[in-house]
């Protein structure tokens, strides 16, 4: 006769019923924690390559969109650029163009040489394209210089004295001329908002300045100075014996030097000592 008080099989049943729902939770927690392991391992290689694919994108990225060019040009004794390229030129004994910057801005660009003058500029239909082009500079390789130009937004600094007779010195627009000069005769002209700074030594300078642009001879040991101003611009020169100065508008002459002055004025303009 079975004892109904005693547990018997039933209480047999629940425990294994127990221990297998138990087994499968710890089993369940054991893939969990792979699939966390295998997870974070994989975000962990993510994180690794990710910087070298970055890198091997920007150099992909670079090397389909800069480029080095160089071109061969003789014959010239002058320089004209214009637009944003900026030009450094230095002096040797023989000439070229190298062309450093922006793939699709070096394509658009030409360089000829129009009765002895090297012409740096963009091609005529460049500009209707109405694109912002990149970042392009002009290294160049001269033999001699007696005349820099430039027009519009770019630079043209020379590096190294340019020797001679004369020098012939412009900028039209915004731009910007750097140059070191031994020379008799120095004409400078800025017609804009430009500037031109000037250094070494030259018998008679003649600069004029219309708009706001700026001359800066501080550097420029001229014997004898002949300076006309129309507008708001400013010239800066030294002159050891003679300096005759036109000033037109609110621009003003600052020299240095011991030269005698005779200047004519018309405006607000002033002739002031540095």
């Known amino acids: ?6 547990p018997g099989t039933p209480k047999k049943n629940e425990t294994a019923a127990t221990y297998w729902f138990l087994r499968r939770l710890i089993g369940k927690e054991h893939k969990k924690r792979n699939t966390m392991k295998r997870t974070l391992s994989s975000l962990g290689w993510l994180a690794l390559l990710l910087p070298i694919f970055s890198i091997g994108l920007v150099h992909a990225a670079t090397g389909l969109s800069a480029r080095d060019e160089t071109r061969d040009v003789t014959g010239f004794h002058a320089l004209a650029s214009g637009g944003s390229i900026n030009v450094e030129v230095r002096f040797g004994a023989s000439e070229s163009v190298r062309l450093e910057g922006d793939a699709a801005a070096i394509r658009e660009i030409e360089t000829i040489v129009e ?11 460049a ?36 020797s001679g007779d004369e020098l012939n010195a412009s900028v039209s627009g915004s731009g910007r001329i750097a140059f070191a000069a ?19 030594s030259a018998t008679e300078s003649n600069v004029s300045i219309s708009g706001s642009g ?17 507008g708001s611009g400013n010239i800066m020169i030294h002159a050891d014996e003679r300096l005759e100065a036109s000033i037109s508008g609110s621009g003003n002459v600052h020299y240095s030097g011991n030269a005698q002055t005779n200047v004519r004025t018309s405006g607000s303009g002033r002739l002031r000592r540095i």
């Open 1 to 6: 006769m079975q004892n109904d008080m005693c």
């Open 115 to 125: 009765k002895g003058t090297l012409k740096i500029r963009y091609k005529k239909h």
């Open 127 to 162: 500009w209707k394209m109405g694109r912002n082009w990149g970042s392009v500079t002009a290294y160049v390789t001269a033999k001699r210089l007696d005349g820099v130009a430039q027009s519009g937004s770019g630079s043209i600094t020379v590096m190294g004295t340019i």
């Open 182 to 200: 031994n020379v008799q005769l120095c004409n400078a002209s800025v017609s804009g908002s430009g500037r031109i700074t000037a250094s070494g």
């Open 214 to 230: 700026r001359f800066d001879g501080r550097e420029l040991k001229s014997r004898s100075a002949n300076l006309k101003v129309s």
